[in-house]
């Protein structure tokens, strides 16, 4: 019996040895944020972040999926929930996926929905139809998930206009953009971008704060590049840079504060697939 105990305790010794081991030590933070995109890696993404211990910040909006349906669909709400009870943050990327075009009399902005009933017209926003755009993902993921979303938004291709961000710190949203080098280029043509190209770029480039963007799913990418999660985090986590949610991210409005105009150059004037990878 001793020597039974003596092999059991070994073995726990062994194993927290291990885990002990294994720990990470930070040398700096970085904040993985999702787009919903076309949402086609969206499982295998979480699984990745799940074999990694990695929590990331999704941002959603309703956008069209190879399924036939649309990301916010209720057929999409365990999935949502499932990312919810793994700890994950979650974001408003605007019901439409519109583009903020420019700025009006009065606050208000104008704008062109991707999807939806008026998909490609040029709408005029007021303020209050603006916050409507961020909170209609959020009435969709509490039905999903029975939570709100985190105080941040994105624009679609990081577009903003000074009344955009007005509106948004209004009721309650600020804008979070990426780092530079934090622009994965999933969206990148993969003739001229491939992945074995980005994925060199990114543990190269990425430093510590640095905002990184990917989506759940490109429609254009011939290679997609969902699957380069995997060593892309695992060389980050080689190199001492932790994973973690905007939550932590220095700058998060945080509740019962006022809320930042923007966080990590929310502003940004040209769009994301402009910004090449070196």
Request: charged share 20%; glycine share 8%.
């Amino acid at each position: 019996m001793s020597r039974l105990l003596g092999a059991a305790l070994l073995l726990v010794v062994g194993a927290l040895s291990a885990s002990a081991a294994h720990a990470q030590v930070c040398r700096g933070q970085v904040y993985l944020t999702l787009d919903t995109g076309s949402m086609r890696h969206a499982e295998e993404i979480a699984a990745i972040l799940r074999k990694h211990d990695v929590k990331a910040t999704f941002f959603l909006a309703n956008e069209k999926t190879p399924r036939g349906d649309h990301a916010l669909d209720p057929a999409w709400d365990g999935y949502w929930k499932a990312r919810a009870e793994e700890g994950h943050a979650f974001g408003s990327h605007t019901w439409r996926h519109g583009r903020f075009l420019s700025d009006a009399a009065g606050g208000a902005v104008r704008y062109r929905p991707q999807f939806g009933a008026q998909a490609s017209q040029t709408l005029m926003l007021a303020p209050q139809a603006v916050c409507e755009e961020l909170r209609s993902v959020e009435s969709a993921f509490r039905r999903a998930t029975g939570g709100a979303l985190d105080p941040v938004w994105r624009a679609p291709g990081g577009r903003t206009t000074t009344n955009a961000l007005a509106a948004a710190q209004q009721c309650g949203f600020a804008h979070v953009h990426w780092a530079e080098a934090g622009f994965l280029g999933d969206e990148l043509s993969s003739d001229t971008y491939s992945n074995a190209h980005l994925l060199q770029a990114a543990l190269r480039n990425v430093r510590d704060g640095d905002v990184l963007m990917a989506h759940l799913g490109i429609w254009s990418r011939h290679e997609p590049f969902a699957p380069m999660l995997d060593p892309l985090i695992a060389g980050l986590k080689q190199r001492g840079l932790c994973f973690r949610t905007l939550r932590d991210h220095p700058q998060f409005p945080q509740a019962g504060h006022s809320v930042p105009v923007a966080l990590a150059a929310a502003a940004a004037a040209s769009p994301a697939s402009t910004r090449k990878p070196r």
